[in-house]
């Protein structure tokens, strides 16, 4: 490897980050239609022979039963059908593997993956028997980290050069960004008029600078709605909602889901929080 790029693998390596939302094994059945913010990868333990379990892209005209032995992978932002029913019991895993902050690097995914892999369900479910909770992570993070170079999307290399010019907007935003936070704001930090910052950054990171911020709120929310006694309430003001009804409108908006559907579906059966 050239001594060049060993310098940039080291400049890049501090911004790659893989985080869990939530880590669970659920066997309640569930029905709805839904986009999340994070990447989902399901993978079933057991089934009672019956198959009327299925994930649905309808974008690409995709229906997948949901199996034992089998995993799945939903790309965040993908809006998707689905029904499971208590006839499966399943590992549920929500995760963001993102560049910069700013971009998860499924985000552009338009499609799911379906996979026989028996063996690959059972390390994750012995990773989930572990007592040891740090180990248990930094396990579930191989393994994820593993599946994900698997699927590795292509195209991402043009983001390497443009998307450094960016790190002080996308650090800001993680530390400080919440509901008042401006497309302006974003362009102040970065020395610009709005509609020129806009302009570029669309064409360099391939979305809006709206929907960059849109997307950062809502993993925001995520990850607070599954906080245990974490209300709606207190979520919207750390978030720096104007209520709790604005914010709840915003995330089913985006999501598919209210923040009390979610929590209810995602917190009951939680075996691990990152």
């Not at 693998?9 to 880590?23: A, I, M």
């Not at 379906?114 to 180990?135: G, P, T, Y």
Request: glycine share 6%; net charge positive; aromatic share 12%.
């Amino acid at each position: 490897m050239p001594n060049g790029s060993k310098t940039l693998l080291r400049q890049l390596n501090p911004f790659l980050d893989l985080s869990f939302s939530n880590v669970s094994i659920d066997n309640s059945y569930y029905r709805a239609t839904a986009a999340w913010p994070v990447n989902i990868l399901a993978l079933g333990i057991k089934d009672d022979g019956k198959g009327k379990d299925y994930f649905e892209n309808s974008a690409e005209n995709q229906r997948l039963p949901f199996l034992a032995n089998h995993v799945y992978f939903i790309p965040c932002g993908l809006k998707i059908s689905f029904e499971v029913t208590p006839g499966i019991t399943a590992i549920s895993l929500h995760f963001n593997l993102t560049f910069f902050h700013g971009i998860d690097i499924f985000s552009d995914v338009k499609h799911c993956e379906m996979r026989h892999d028996q063996k690959l369900v059972a390390r994750f479910h012995a990773i989930l028997s572990e007592n040891d909770n740090l180990k248990a992570i930094c396990a579930l993070k191989m393994e994820v980290m593993r599946f994900c170079l698997s699927i590795w999307p292509g195209n991402l290399e043009r983001l390497t050069p443009v998307i450094r010019k960016y790190e002080p907007v996308f650090r800001y935003v993680r530390e400080h960004g919440d509901a008042e936070f401006t497309v302006g704001g974003l362009a102040k930090l970065a020395g610009q008029r709005q509609n020129v910052f806009s302009r570029n950054f669309s064409r360099d990171i391939g979305k809006s600078p709206k929907e960059f911020l849109r997307n950062d709120l809502l993993k925001k929310i995520v990850a607070r709605l599954l906080i245990p006694q974490m209300s709606i309430k207190q979520t919207a003001a750390e978030l720096n909602f104007s209520s709790e009804f604005y914010m709840s409108r915003f995330f089913k908006k985006h999501t598919g889901l209210s923040p009390s559907e979610y929590q209810r579906k995602f917190t009951a059966n939680t075996v691990c929080d990152q």
